[in-house]
């Protein structure tokens, strides 16, 4: 059993930690580190860690405390290393192990379970990712803890706040749980710097547990454009765009001209004029880039919760009315079989 | 082996909260299954129908967690295709977490000897998406979550699930007893025909309590506020309402984002691109 650590306690480490001006000793660092240690569950993929899910770092940094990281895989050394550089860790429990390469949850979920027991952490967080999605619901059970899913803020260690209705309503909840298991949304925690930090590391235990699903194959949407989760940009396209032919024909040149990422409507996928992969909504990506360009889309409430962080919103359609002007900064009502490409044209130039 | 015996959990998705923001609107407000737990029950189903499965399927039995009204969705379940119901009645606006309603679950499971579980990804009120990994988690059974195709192999062990992943889609095979959580490519659910719906008037409900299931329902999470911003469309099928309704739930109306209005031609768009730096 970990001890509570209740919120007074905390915030009076955190200021004592704060009055300390130049390194703080080590003493009371883990003093701290006592109160409030969360891991920080990194993804992954081929001996290549996935900077996408440092966010955990950044969550963690929110919440104070000591930050370790967690890695599984084969041949792990190369990704531990990586790891050990991100900024803002002071430890890396790395399992060398293939079993552990796909990040199947019934023998990754008592893996983390064993390391979580052994080292007494008191947040346990990862990616809101299809990895933490699967993942991390079964370690909560196999603790007893009921998660906390998709966050998008933290107020204090037991305080964090999370979308629920599809983004139409934020929810503020407490946990009463002694580990808190969360997994974040990433477009709302940035990922931690990759380098700066040096970190030791150690390896983790191994349960070794059963797995009773193998991994067959995959297929994953080959592109050269930026990655529609973290793109700066993203373009995306819907029902307006009559078929793929179109999709590929008006939408990519424009991705392209922007160096943007491509993602569509769910109209638009289930229609089959994109892969489901980009899909942007509720059930699909949450993204949040600096620019949204959307064309042949209405707006539709499912829609509008993958993409309205977007700091710029631009629009395309012909519907004057549709509801995706009431949220777009910058509306351009016409065919966006004329304006696309005229834009197109016009930001090549 | 066995003909398969097969849940599916069904959750009735909550109604609107009224205009004035300050109470959940319960009054003429139609309520509906979650789509991804229709899903699941087309797939069972499916199951059935396309003797998919070698030895096939015994009984499908739909199960739900919430206030007496949601025997309508059971009624719809079995409409569907469901042969019976379980129904464990908690009272209105009582929240039940997804990890007490996964111990309700593995206690039925037990009791009624399932073989294959299967859940819709997440439910659109809560967007948890937990409750299927949790259930897989306390039976120690497999798990394939938002699956878009599922099949089984001749030998009516292996099960193959291909899953909606980051990307792309990654195809596992694992072993009954599992889990499978659908995800919105796995079917095309059917409407229940009046004849399916006069039919499923006569199938069984079986109420039952936590108590009997030995499952303490203690909440872990408490709401401190929704802020929501609610809007009218008839359309939807999401029909919204806030988690629970106690004292200690606040409503207010976040900033909306407001649209900047329109630009004449795409020069125009152009230049107001550049000037918010957006390009």
């Not at chain 1, 999370?162 to 997994?183: C, F, L």
Request: net charge neutral; charged share 25%.
């Amino acid at each position: 059993m970990i001890p509570r650590a209740g919120h007074s306690v905390l915030r009076q480490a955190r200021t004592q930690l704060k009055r300390r001006t130049g390194p703080a000793p080590v003493a009371s660092l883990s003093a701290l580190a006592r109160l409030l240690s969360s891991l920080a569950v990194l993804e992954q993929k081929d001996g290549k860690l996935n900077h996408g899910s440092l966010g955990a770092v950044t969550a963690a940094q929110k919440l104070g405390g000591s930050i370790i990281g967690f890695v599984a895989g084969g041949n792990i050394k190369a990704v531990a290393e990586e790891a050990a550089k991100v900024s803002g860790i002071e430890k890396i429990i790395a399992v060398d192990n293939a079993a552990y390469d796909k990040g199947l949850p019934e023998n990754y979920a008592p893996l983390l379970v064993e390391n979580i027991k052994k080292g007494g952490f008191t947040h346990i967080i990862a990616g809101h990712t299809a990895f933490g999605k699967s993942l991390m619901p079964r370690v909560a059970a196999l603790l007893d803890v009921q998660q906390i899913s998709d966050i998008t803020a933290i107020e204090d260690e037991k305080t964090f706040i999370r979308p629920v209705y599809a983004g139409n309503a934020i929810a503020t909840v407490e946990s009463s749980d002694d580990i808190k298991i969360i997994t974040i949304r990433g477009t709302a925690f940035a990922a931690a710097e990759a380098e700066g930090g040096s970190a030791s590391i150690e390896d983790g235990v191994d349960p070794k547990a059963e797995c009773t699903t193998e991994w067959v194959s995959e297929n994953l949407a080959k592109s050269d454009r930026p990655d529609l989760a973290t793109a700066g940009k993203v373009v995306s396209g819907g029902r307006g765009l009559k078929s793929k032919e179109d999709f590929d024909r008006i939408m990519l040149p424009l991705a392209d001209a922007l160096g943007a990422a491509v993602g569509a409507s769910r109209a638009a996928v289930d229609s089959g004029y994109a892969d489901n992969s980009l899909q942007v909504g509720q059930t699909g990506k949450v993204v949040a880039p600096q620019l949204y360009l959307c064309a042949g889309i209405s707006g539709a409430i499912q829609h509008l919760a993958g993409m309205k962080d977007s700091k710029v919103i631009a629009a395309i359609n012909k519907d004057a009315d549709a509801p995706i002007f009431q949220v777009a900064d910058i509306g351009l009502v016409g065919d966006l079989f004329d304006k696309v490409p005229e834009l197109t044209e016009k930001l090549k130039q | 082996m066995s003909a398969l015996r097969i849940l599916v959990p069904v959750k009735r998705v909550k109604p609107r909260v009224n205009k004035a923001q300050t109470a959940v609107e319960t009054a003429g407000v139609k309520h509906s299954m979650n789509p991804f737990d229709e899903l699941s029950i087309e797939e069972s189903v499916r199951i059935r129908e396309k003797k998919s499965y070698p030895h096939g399927v015994s009984e499908i039995i739909a199960f739900t967690c919430g206030p007496p009204k949601s025997a309508d969705i059971l009624r719809t379940a079995m409409a569907m295709g469901a042969d019976r119901s379980i129904h464990v009645e908690t009272k209105e606006g009582d929240e039940i977490e997804p990890l007490s309603v996964a111990k309700l679950l593995r206690a039925v499971v037990q009791k009624e000897k399932v073989d294959l579980v299967v859940l819709g990804k997440q439910s659109i009120d809560d967007d948890a998406g937990q409750t299927g990994q949790m259930l897989a988690g306390l039976l120690g059974w497999a798990q394939a979550t938002q699956a878009s195709k599922v099949s089984f192999e001749g030998d009516g062990k292996g099960v193959v699930v291909e899953k909606e992943v980051d990307g792309g889609t990654e195809t596992t095979r694992s072993h009954l007893p599992m889990v499978v959580t659908a995800d919105l490519r796995l079917n095309e659910p059917r409407y229940a025909s009046l004849p399916n719906i006069m039919k499923a008037k006569k199938k069984k409900i079986e109420k039952i309590t936590a108590e009997e299931l030995g499952v303490d329902l203690g909440k872990r999470l408490k709401t401190l506020k929704v802020i929501g911003k609610w809007k009218w469309k008839r359309k939807w099928i999401l029909n919204m309402g806030l988690d629970g309704t106690s004292a200690n739930t606040i409503f207010a109306e976040p900033p909306p984002r407001q649209g900047g209005g329109k630009v004449e031609d795409v020069d125009g768009m152009i230049t107001k691109l550049k000037e918010l730096g957006a390009i």
